[in-house]
């Protein structure tokens, strides 16, 4: 059975302060590993999309990197803004999506 | 603008009564999805749909009903059957044989 989890369930910074969210996944034959970001009562918004180790995306301050058992999104000098839950899923051979419980980020001005 | 819409945003049932949340799309996406968020859990599929007039269950699929009449169109109708209704209800599509699913704004629904 497809499983992500994700680590730290909550993370505190402060601005600036850089650091990085886990993502560990098992899956039989990787199609896809997603990151999304959730505001409080939104729906998530979509950032990345990895699909094999070795694999890098960047979109301002974030960077995702996948290996074979899990993927971590890099924030760097982070601001108040980048506060959300941030969500990994895989898809495996089966075609279904398969969510973690998300990472809940809060950066202190 | 192209997007995901999802009515109402915030819904309130009364024990024993059906309640109906729309979800429609203007991208031209063949495949939607219905996702239900829970405090403290992942995602968890409800029903999907790949193609007008077709559907299939999900993980959680006892308590809903779904309808593809229409490709912009996948409304999920939250029954009396189902135990435990209050929660965050999201819709997403996706592109035929695309990877990755967009959501839409999400429906709140409380049991009152």
């Known amino acids: 059975e497809d499983q992500v989890t994700q680590s730290p369930e909550a993370l505190r910074l402060q601005e600036g302060e850089s650091s990085s969210l886990n993502c560990s996944y098992t899956?039989?034959?990787?199609?896809?590993l997603f990151w999304y970001r959730q505001d409080p009562g939104k729906g998530p918004e979509f950032l990345f999309t990895l699909y094999s180790a070795g694999e890098e995306k960047e979109k301002e301050r974030l960077k995702a990197t996948l290996t074979k058992k899990e993927s971590f999104l890099h924030i760097t000098a982070p601001k108040p803004e980048d506060s959300a839950t941030y969500l990994c899923a895989v898809r495996g051979g089966a075609q279904k999506l398969v969510f973690g419980q998300g990472t809940r980020l809060t950066i202190n001005p | 603008d192209g997007g995901i819409t999802q009515s109402p945003k915030y819904l309130f049932r009364k024990e024993g009564q059906n309640v109906t949340l729309s979800c429609e799309q203007n991208?031209?996406?063949?495949?939607m999805y219905w996702y239900r968020q829970d405090p403290g859990q992942g995602l968890r599929l409800i029903y999907y749909?790949?193609?007008?007039?077709?559907?299939q269950k999900g993980d959680i699929a006892e308590g809903y009903s779904v309808s593809r009449e229409k490709k912009e169109s996948f409304p999920l109708t939250v029954t009396s059957a189902q135990k435990n209704p209050t929660a965050f209800y999201l819709c997403?599509?996706?592109?035929?044989?695309?990877?990755?699913?967009?959501f839409g704004e999400g429906s709140w629904l409380t049991v009152v």
């Open positions: 997403a599509s996706s592109s035929a044989g695309a990877n990755t699913i967009y």
């Open positions: 991208l031209n996406h063949d495949a």
């Open positions: 749909s790949q193609i007008v007039n077709d559907f």
């Open positions: 899956v039989s034959g990787l199609r896809g």
